[in-house]
T-cell receptor, first 113, second 111 residues
Framework: RKEVEQDPGPFNVPEGATVAFNCTYS??????FFWYRQDCRKEPKLLMS???SGNEDGRFTAQLNRASQYISLLIRDSKLSDSATYLC??????????????FGQGTTLQVKP | SQTIHQWPATLVQPVGSPLSLECTVE??????LYWYRQAAGRGLQLLFY??????ISSEVPQNLSASRPQDRQFILSSKKLLLSDSGFYLC??????????FGSGTQLSVL
């Protein structure tokens, strides 16, 4: 089993749609969770952290389910500019000293006009 | 503010040639530094990380090595490149709350 798993997609949605991505992780001791966005041939950039209570940033909502060991990202009112690959990231060892952030392979979103 | 520089942006090298990719960070001291590789259509694979000068941890056995000769400098090297070394190489430093900030990446093609 992969340490961090994501459905690679692609997810093809029309503008204005709501889309959700899930990510599962294998290490129950993981403490930190993030979503990154990566445009084609570019470096990943932090989209948002994921907190236990869930958190929202504009059209984006992230949630964490520790019991089931999954993270989700919800995008409302999709824009063409949301087209990208979304990477789920987990600190596998729960220790900031080791800093081993593990990336999922990413879920590709394509928003169509 | 902190910035991270990585070069070159694109590199085409023949099989068996050496490699040296450099990454530098500005605006912070004693950062944790990382090298990742992303093969075509695949996720980011952690190659090396460093918590200080001369301290290198390798995550996977491979044809590459890393060095950290100065606090804010991280170098990825190879003595002889293989075809399988092709990929998108990313340097990163870790900021607060364990967030990673990436350089712009080097697209390496080994032919």
């Amino acid at each position: 089993r992969k340490e961090v798993e994501q459905d690679p997609g692609p997810f093809n949605v029309p503008e204005g749609a709501t889309v959700a991505f899930n990510c599962t992780y294998s290490n129950s001791a993981s403490q930190s969770f993030f979503w990154y966005r990566q445009d084609c041939r570019k470096e990943p950039k932090l989209l948002m952290s994921v907190y236990s209570s869930g958190n929202e940033d504009g059209r984006f909502t992230a949630q964490l389910n520790r019991a089931s060991q999954y993270i989700s990202l919800l995008i409302r009112d999709s824009k063409l500019s949301d087209s990208a690959t979304y990477l789920c990231v987990v600190n596998m060892h729960g220790s900031s000293n080791t800093g081993k952030l593990i990336f999922g392979q990413g879920t590709t979103l394509q928003v169509k006009p | 503010s902190q910035t991270i520089h990585q070069w070159p942006a694109t590199l085409v090298q023949p099989v068996g040639s050496p490699l040296s990719l450099e990454c530098t960070v500005e605006g912070t001291s004693n950062p944790n530094l990382y090298w990742y590789r992303q093969a075509a259509g695949r996720g980011l694979q952690l190659l090396f990380y460093s918590v200080g000068i001369g301290q290198i941890s390798s995550e996977v056995p491979q044809n590459l090595s890393a060095s950290r000769p100065q606090d804010r400098q991280f170098i990825l090297s190879s003595k002889k490149l293989l075809l399988s070394d092709s990929g998108f190489y990313l340097c990163a430093w870790r900021g607060g709350e364990e967030k990673l900030f990436f350089g712009s990446g080097t697209q390496l093609s080994v032919l």
